[in-house]
């Protein structure tokens, strides 16, 4: 299941690498710096980010990447860059991203579990950019890393409404909701104005729980369970005509957690500060 999702990551990541390196020839000529020459000192330089684009769900209710029901959502991201050195900035941003699945499009469709999201995730970590902030290369690709916490709310549709799965306890156990995030990817950036970049990052979400959509290890007993509707939702199977699921039959996978992918087209406006603000009006030679 995951290992067909963990080799699409890796395509897509290889492919927008090769984009990438392809286009540092032409940046040597390009880059020529914002700064007229002189040299500011990057630390404290404040930057400004957004982001949108989609979100991929991988975990228990996915066995394989069908084209025609991905489960996209959104993936939404707002947040600052604050320059550390010529290379490394902080960064932290605040993201909302939707994604969705449901096993009538999988091998596992007798199950007939499904689920969708739409979660906040907050995420503080380091950007890597390939050249140096002075050199302000037209075309940048970059390295990020971080770490944070996104909060759990899975729903599923029953009876044409649409239910919190979390308070249910579906599986007889009430799990954490607010569990940690870590987060890799890739970008480039392409300058367009002194101020203004734009560029398109890719990245992994790996969360350290089994329960962004509500299922990970096996069928409780019925008798555990605190209504009605949470034993509806926990075993759907009999809906289309297949016999209830025995307690202990495999329900996910423990032993694989869940993660989610985004994609996303990211604007960034720097705003600097005081200091580099003087340091542009005067005229000096650059440091080495």
């Given amino acids: 299941m995951r290992s067909k999702s963990t080799q699409t990551f890796r395509l897509i990541a290889a492919t927008i690498l090769i984009l990438v ?45 069908t084209m025609k029901h991905l489960g ?10 604050y320059r ?28 007939n579990l499904s689920f969708k999201t739409f979660n906040p995730d907050l995420n503080l970590g380091i950007k890597a950019d390939l050249f140096s902030f002075n050199r302000q290369a037209r075309v940048n ?25 979390a308070p249910l306890t579906t599986e007889g156990i009430k799990y954490k909701r607010l569990p940690l995030v ?15 970049d734009l560029g398109v990052e890719l990245c992994n979400n790996f969360v350290n729980s089994d329960y962004l959509d509500d299922v990970s290890t096996v069928y409780p007993s019925p008798d555990l369970l605190p209504s009605d509707l949470a034993r509806r939702l926990s075993d759907r199977a009999p809906e289309i005509g297949e016999p209830a699921r025995q307690p202990g039959f495999s329900r996910g996978n423990p032993d694989s957690k869940d993660s989610y992918l985004f994609l996303q087209a ?16 005067k005229t000096r030679c650059p440091k080495f």
């Fill in 72 to 81: 996209l959502g959104p993936a939404i991201s707002i947040g600052a860059l």
């Fill in 182 to 196: 870590f987060t890799a990817g890739i970008g480039v950036s392409f300058q367009v104005s002194e101020r203004l």
């Fill in 141 to 165: 690709p970059y390295l990020l890393g971080g770490v944070g916490f996104t909060l759990l709310n899975p729903k599923a549709e029953i009876d044409g409404a649409w239910q919190k799965l």
């Fill in 84 to 111: 550390l050195t010529e290379h490394f900035s902080a960064r932290g941003e605040l993201r909302f991203y939707g994604v969705s699945a449901d096993q009538q499009y999988s091998k596992n469709f007798q199950n």
């Fill in 266 to 281: 990211k604007a960034t406006y720097r705003i600097g500060n005081r200091m580099q603000a003087r340091e542009r009006k």
């Fill in 21 to 65: 390196l392809g286009t540092i020839s032409n940046s040597h000529a390009q880059g020529k710096s914002r700064f007229g020459g002189r040299y500011v000192n990057p630390f404290g330089d404040l930057s400004l980010t957004a982001g949108l684009g989609v979100a991929y769900y991988m975990g228990d209710l996915r066995d394989g990447v």
